[in-house]
């Protein structure tokens, strides 16, 4: 499988506004895998000036929002809008560090193992640092045709 080295902007294939993006770079990408990056810095979101590290709970983060850009790099190839989605569950969360310290560098995999009609998906994802794999989970993403018409139907 080829992977296409991403010229996208982070911010033009991630559906959030900074601080709230949490990942550095979309590396490259194909039609069903994505490399994502980010280094831990005190600016880092979630950091913790005391312990210098950001909790490993906050590896579900950086797995959602690599398959966004994932998503939505693949969908903007196509001519489409970038979307929204929504995390609907993890599964087999597994961390492996009790934290991500000052000066890691971070490399987030993610696989799509399956894509359903109805906006379901399942992402298999994992995160190493030197290439140590210190966190993964199975992750279900629903994205809707319509978000704004879904997150009305919700209220």
Do not use: W
């Amino acid at each position: 499988m080829t992977m296409k080295k991403n010229s996208y902007p982070i911010e033009a294939v991630v559906p959030h506004k900074h601080p709230m993006i949490l990942i550095d770079e979309l590396v490259a990408y194909s039609d069903l895998i994505a490399q994502c990056s980010l280094k831990i810095t005190s600016k880092s979101n979630f950091y913790n000036d005391s312990t210098q590290s950001v909790p490993s709970y906050v590896a579900i983060e950086y797995m959602a929002q690599s398959i966004a850009a994932f998503a939505n790099a693949n969908e903007k190839d196509q001519g489409g809008k970038v979307a929204i989605g929504f995390l609907v569950s993890s599964r087999k969360l597994k961390v492996f560090v009790s934290e991500f310290t000052l000066g890691m560098q971070l490399i987030v995999s993610i696989e799509q193992l399956y894509a359903e009609e109805s906006g379901l998906s399942a992402f298999d994802c994992f995160i190493e640092h030197d290439g140590k794999r210190v966190a993964e989970a199975k992750i279900n993403i629903f994205q809707p045709q319509d978000a704004n018409a879904f997150l009305a139907e919700q209220s």
